[in-house]
């Protein structure tokens, strides 16, 4: 929601060349719901898709950063200065999402590396007691 807002805060700003990022995350972000709402990351299982949505808002976060100090900085009028407030409120959301997003990859990186991979044996299996 807040990525369409400042959408349509660059669309009413001289800073309307700015729009498209704001409008790429907006869709992204519908994209990636409709995706957890209808069970896609199920069905996809190649993809990791926590790691998806992490990139997302590394990214995300990054861009509004740098478009919001632009908005900010160069241009004077009201609507480019609310697309960059709304942008730094963006930032911080998207900022807040990605550590939470990168907990959990940490926690799924530690439960993977304690597993064995399924088509090799431990060490144990390998082991032949008999031979001694």
């Avoid at 439960?111 to 390998?126: L, M, N």
């Amino acid at each position: 929601v807040l990525s369409f807002i400042i959408f349509i805060c660059y669309i009413a700003s001289l800073a309307a060349s700015f729009m498209m990022a704001p409008l790429l995350e907006f869709l992204l972000a519908l994209f990636l719901f409709f995706a957890y709402a209808s069970k896609l990351n199920e069905k996809f299982k190649g993809l990791y898709w926590p790691l998806t949505d992490f990139l997302r808002c590394v990214t995300a976060a990054i861009i509004y950063f740098a478009i919001s100090i632009a908005a900010v900085s160069k241009y004077n009028d009201g609507a480019s200065k609310a697309a960059g407030v709304f942008g730094f409120i963006a930032t911080i959301v998207f900022a807040i999402d990605f550590y939470i997003t990168f907990n959990e990859l940490v926690t799924f990186l530690k439960q993977g590396s304690a597993d064995p991979p399924e088509g090799r044996k431990s060490e144990d299996e390998d082991y032949d007691s008999d031979s001694d």
